[in-house]
């Protein structure tokens, strides 16, 4: 009786968990849908939800009107160069902050944490004139050197929570053995610590993918990524609703699943420990 | 346990990052500073001079500012009540048996891996277009005239779009926070007798607290900073409807080439944003002790 009534609970709970969140995802589902439609039947009323005549013309349109690969090329470009950069920085900072941590290292480590608290339109101007002076507007170096910085806290913080959870006395007893400092980061910190690399870097692609004050502002076009592909769809022409969802489907996948993968390191990541 | 020799090491290790914060942070906020006491033009360049906190005066007089502020405050509140609220119950339906919830999960946290560019164009367009969007259906087939979102209600399409974004964060870290709370804990309440009530107040509540607070400042920190939402849907308009600060700033840097007063206006967010952002340093210093 009782095992009856909650499997009956556990269903009703299922119904409802579902409805949230199919509600909650239903703005994607409705793009990729869309972006199959002909223009005409992604405004038709009533709405046609599955059966309609699927096609692929907008992805097709949207690569030969507004070139989308040039855009999807930057954007990965920016997101995995700014942070294989911004980890061949982080790692050794992280790395002895972690292991052979000073007076200061918690203080130092606040500190980084605070350059992420700075609001960007506080330095847009003086890094807007800068770029212009320095002829880093709308360059991949520019655009890196800034996605890299806005992350290089985030990694250091990253990586410095996974390298505190590696056993200090494993090291220990490398050095007892006689390990060099090199051989000590090659063959003992190096392979215990590539998951956390690793879900460091997904997040930090991904929050680098996304990044939309400072790809809007300092690129128009030759180093523009695909937050701002998307910009270009703002001013409405005539029909565009598929096209649209073509191009916004092509923004979104690929990060979507990437963040699908690492969802489970983003809590930590993104509160900086301070949920795990 | 440090060595003297890996000490030394640990300070070249450190050193370029330091380098590079203090330069990214310290070098353009000094500047921002020196600009926001210079009349400077990009328009007109040869005019400059020193003036003082005139460029202040006039930021923090301008109707405008006090539009934006007022606006920014809307936006920060609204998204906050609704993401941390709507993101406890999501969390407390995930948390209960149910079936299929890694799936559910990767559904629910969706949203957040969305650029901001799309899914503001995506809700404007798809969903909250009076003529041709979904809502616009929904309202009419249940005898209601549609919305007309983005024209007569802005700041609150805004608000649906941004809160859409983060309800996700909310939800995942108060799940990820009521999943530790301890089997033992459960049980001893409900052999106790807690209703479900006094269930969540007395220790569910007091459980996710913490989390609950880290979200609010997190996302605080990120709703100052609402910028490309605006920028692709309202441009901040009608009139200054739909302006937040960060979008004045941009405005009167870029588009009315005002550096001294963007300047002044970017000096006004960093404070603002350093409110916040002691408070979550506190915390998070905290937990660093542990």
Redesign the interface.
């Given at each position: 009786m009782a095992m009856k009534q909650s499997l009956r609970k556990?269903?009703g709970?299922?119904v409802?968990?579902?409805v949230?969140?199919?509600l909650?995802?239903f703005?994607?589902l409705?793009?990729f849908l869309?972006s199959f439609k002909s223009e005409l039947d992604?405004?038709?009323?009533?709405?046609k939800f599955l059966f309609f005549h699927w096609t692929l013309e907008n992805y097709a349109e949207v690569q030969e009107r507004s070139n989308y690969l040039h855009f999807a090329f930057n954007s990965v470009v920016l997101s995995i160069g700014a942070n294989v950069v911004g980890l061949i920085?982080?790692v050794?900072?992280a790395?002895?902050?972690a292991?052979?941590?000073?007076k200061r290292t918690?203080d130092?480590?606040?500190?980084?944490?605070?350059?992420?608290?700075?609001?960007?339109?506080?330095?847009?101007?003086?890094?807007?004139?800068?770029f212009r002076d320095l002829h880093l507007l709308d360059t991949l170096t520019g655009i890196g050197l800034v996605l890299m910085?806005l992350n290089?806290?985030i990694l250091?913080w990253m990586l410095y929570t996974y390298f505190k959870e590696i056993p200090?006395d494993i090291l220990?007893a490398a050095r007892m053995d006689g390990a060099s400092?090199l051989n000590e980061i090659l063959y003992v910190l190096t392979p215990m610590s590539v998951p956390g690399i690793a879900s460091t870097m997904l997040l930090a692609i991904?929050l680098s993918?996304?990044e939309?004050?400072w790809t809007?502002?300092l690129a128009t076009s030759d180093a523009a990524p695909?937050?701002?592909f998307?910009?270009s769809?703002?001013a409405?022409e005539g029909f565009?609703?598929a096209k649209?969802?073509a191009a916004?489907t092509l923004?979104?996948a690929p990060?979507?699943i990437?963040?699908?993968f690492s969802?489970k390191q983003?809590?930590r990541g993104?509160?900086?420990?301070?949920?795990? | 346990?440090?060595?003297q020799?890996?000490?030394t090491?640990?300070?070249y290790?450190?050193a370029?990052?330091?380098i590079?914060?203090f330069v990214?942070?310290i070098?353009?906020?000094a500047?921002?500073l020196y600009?926001s006491t210079m009349r400077y033009l990009l328009l007109n360049p040869e005019r400059t001079g020193f003036v003082g906190l005139a460029n202040y005066t006039a930021f923090l007089s301008d109707p405008n500012f006090i539009a934006a502020l007022f606006n920014t405050l809307i936006l920060v509140g609204s998204v906050l009540v609704i993401s941390v609220c709507g993101g406890i119950l999501?969390a407390l339906?995930?948390d209960?048996?149910?079936?299929?919830l890694n799936l559910?999960?990767?559904?629910?946290?969706?949203?957040?891996?969305?650029?901001?560019?799309?899914?503001a164009?995506?809700?404007k367009?798809?969903?909250m277009n009076p003529?041709?969007g979904?809502f616009a259906?929904i309202a009419?087939?249940l005898g209601f005239s549609p919305i007309v979102w983005f024209t007569h209600y802005p700041m609150l399409s805004i608000i649906v779009v941004v809160s859409?974004e983060w309800?996700?964060?909310a939800s995942?870290?108060l799940l990820?926070?009521l999943q530790s709370l301890d089997e033992e804990q459960k049980e001893a309440a409900q052999l106790d007798g807690a209703g479900p009530i006094s269930y969540f107040g007395y220790i569910v509540l007091p459980h996710i607290a913490?989390?609950i607070t880290?979200v609010v400042l997190?996302e605080t920190?990120f709703l100052?900073?609402v910028?490309?939402e605006i920028?692709?849907?309202t441009s901040g308009g009608p009139g200054v409807a739909t302006t937040n600060?960060?979008f004045l700033?941009?405005k009167q840097?870029?588009l009315d080439f005002d550096?001294g007063s963007?300047?002044a206006?970017?000096?006004v967010?960093?404070v603002?944003?350093?409110i916040?952002?002691i408070f979550?340093?506190r915390?998070?210093?905290r937990?660093?002790e542990g």
């Open positions: 556990r269903v709970v299922t409802l968990a579902w949230v969140a199919f909650i995802f703005p994607i409705w793009t869309t992604a405004i038709a009323m009533p709405p920085i982080a050794p900072a790395w002895s902050m292991f052979a941590p000073g918690k130092l480590l606040m500190w980084m944490l605070s350059t992420k608290m700075m609001p960007a339109v506080g330095v847009l101007v003086p890094i807007y004139l800068l910085l290089l806290p250091i200090v220990e400092l991904i993918w996304n939309a004050f809007l502002n695909l937050t701002a998307i910009a769809y703002s409405p565009f609703w649209l969802s916004s923004a979104i990060i979507l990437l963040g699908w969802q983003l809590v993104l509160t900086f420990g301070a949920v795990k | 346990m440090a060595t020799q890996t000490t090491a640990g300070r290790l450190v370029p990052s330091v590079l914060l990214w942070m070098v353009p906020l500047m921002t600009f999501v339906l995930m209960q048996p149910v079936f299929g559910l999960r990767l559904m629910v946290i969706a949203p957040f891996f969305v650029m901001p560019t799309v899914s164009l995506v809700w367009n798809l969903l003529d041709s979904l259906w009419r087939s859409w309800l996700p964060f995942l870290i990820t926070a913490r989390a880290v997190i920190i100052l900073s910028f490309a920028y692709v849907t600060i960060p700033v941009y840097a870029l550096v963007a300047s206006g970017g000096i967010a960093v603002l944003a350093n916040v952002a979550l340093m915390m998070v210093g937990n660093l």
